[in-house]
């Protein structure tokens, strides 16, 4: 059996049914295919953290169902490993009601029209003379296999990113290297004590328990808490296993809501997110902040760009790679080249042990204002104040050099993904430029070259 539509979307997470709502309220015939079915629609291992800012963009194109935003977080309370430094830092959010977001999210793709296939997964893009023209499924209840039609394709799969890995040879098909994933877990619990100060999410600086990473609670109220945490992915350790160790017997738990696990791409922007037929969004773009492994709003994000591209697309009727590069160019200009340089602190911070964060958090080497503003937007900070950083240092040069290095190679990675190329012509020395500076900045770290995926 094949179906014909305009645009078919494979994964109805965050970034599929948002994009599915867009073109659908545009006017387009969308396909949603999603593997999970009935009460399972909209479930997601997440931390459920979501800024205000990207609820406040995601309001221009539809309004936002006050229902799922389920605690107003007013900042983060960063943590150093011996626990002697809390940092308040602000900046608004929310802690979602993440099945209820995720639901809503497809209600709304399927209310502006889209055709919603549930319990479908999508096996592999349909490639006909050079071009994906659509994508094939086994609806899993009865085992039958389907072609699903399109113009555009859309791969939406979260991190497996189970279309684009499959078209061998394309640049979109850039696999994740295990540098550039990190291993999470996470479990909703019912609590006895109430957590103080719940209007703060806590996030963890642990090398120990998370390392490469942090562990966090995340408040749906003083009593029902998001508790996780995310390891490096080249670590290859069980994040459960931390868990269980170190995270949950600090807990007295009445009850569990929900458990589970997941991988999140957290690295630089992907070569390009477009090939003849088909974007890739979300978690299945790598479109993640690398540094706090937070991918809603960029799920988000990455959509709203896309949809524009194809709604151009479908005006002059052409769907090449030619055509769609424009994703990628409105991709690196607002997100992408900050993810560049969130991403080349991440690979330092990923170098810190618990004595340089006991130190740097309690030295304040950066102050609060510093660090939201380089977590959320990249690495616009000025330093101005040498003097006063240089003498917090006094005692660890090497901390210095590190942080200084990798705030100047976050600048220079990230002014070159602004010069991202405008054509497929000028991307292989585009991408050689990039790998020569990560390579430059990676040695001066003591990490090894960027490894081949
Ligand atoms: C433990 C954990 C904690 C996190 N915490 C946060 C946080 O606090 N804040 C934040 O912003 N981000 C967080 N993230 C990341 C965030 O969850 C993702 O970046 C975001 O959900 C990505 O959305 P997406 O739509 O791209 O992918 P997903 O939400 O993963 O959606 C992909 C969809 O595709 C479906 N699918 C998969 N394969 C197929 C197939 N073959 N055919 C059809 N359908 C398919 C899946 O069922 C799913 O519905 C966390 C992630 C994890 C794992």
């Not at 900042?75 to 995720?102: A, M, N, Q």
């Not at 950066?366 to 240089?390: C, P, Q, W």
Request: hydrophobic letters at 40%; charged letters at 25%; proline letters at 4%.
């Amino acid at each position: 059996m094949s179906e014909r539509f305009d645009v078919v979307v494979a994964g109805a997470g965050t970034a599929g049914a948002y994009a599915s709502y867009l073109l659908a309220k545009a006017g387009f015939k969308v396909a949603l295919l999603e593997s999970k079915s009935g009460g399972e629609i909209g479930v997601k291992t997440c931390g459920d953290g979501l800024g205000l800012h990207h609820v406040e963009r995601m309001s221009r194109h539809i309004t936002p169902n006050p229902k799922v935003f389920q605690n107003r977080i007013e900042g983060v309370e960063l943590i150093s490993p011996d626990e002697r430094t809390r940092l308040l830092i602000r900046g608004e959010g929310y802690v979602l009601d993440r099945f209820g977001w995720g639901k809503w999210l497809v209600e709304e793709a399927v209310r502006a029209g889209a055709a919603l296939y549930e319990g479908h997964t999508a096996t592999s893009p349909i490639v006909e003379n050079g071009s994906v023209v659509g994508v094939k499924a086994v609806e899993r209840r009865t085992g039958a296999a389907k072609e699903f039609r399109a113009k555009v394709v859309i791969d939406s799969s979260g991190s497996a990113a189970v279309l684009r890995t499959k078209l061998l040879g394309w640049l979109i098909s850039e696999p994740l290297h295990p540098e550039d994933v990190s291993h999470a877990y996470r479990e909703i619990l019912y609590v006895e004590e109430p957590l103080e100060n719940p209007q703060y999410i806590k996030i963890y600086l642990d090398m120990t328990v998370a390392p490469g990473g942090y562990w966090w609670i995340f408040p749906r109220n003083a009593t029902m808490l998001n508790v996780g945490l995310g390891i490096w992915g080249v670590l290859k350790q069980n994040p459960r296993t931390n868990y269980d160790q170190y995270i949950l017997p600090r807990f007295r738990v009445k009850s569990k809501y929900h458990i589970g696990g997941g991988f999140i791409p957290t690295r630089r922007p992907l070569k390009s997110l477009v090939g003849n037929g088909i974007v890739a969004l979300g978690d299945a773009a790598a479109a993640v902040n690398p540094i706090h492994g937070g991918g809603i709003g960029q799920a988000l994000l990455s959509a709203e760009l896309s949809s524009k591209v194809i709604t151009k697309a479908f005006e002059v009727g052409d769907f090449s790679e030619k055509t769609l590069w424009e994703y990628n160019l409105l991709y690196m200009k607002e997100w992408g080249y900050r993810q560049a340089q969130l991403d080349v602190l991440r690979l330092m911070l990923q170098t810190l042990d618990n004595d340089d964060l006991n130190f740097g958090l309690s030295r304040k080497i950066l102050t609060e204002d510093e660090i939201y503003h380089l977590a959320a937007k990249g690495t616009n900070i000025s330093l101005t104040d040498k003097f006063r950083v240089m003498m917090q240092f006094i005692g660890r040069p090497g901390l210095l050099r590190k942080l200084s290095t990798s705030i100047q190679y976050a600048k220079e990675i990230g002014d070159l993904y602004l010069a991202y190329p405008s054509d497929r012509s000028g991307l292989e020395r585009w991408h050689a430029q990039v790998v020569a500076k990560y390579n430059e900045y990676r040695e001066k770290i003591g990490l090894g070259p960027l490894p081949a995926a």
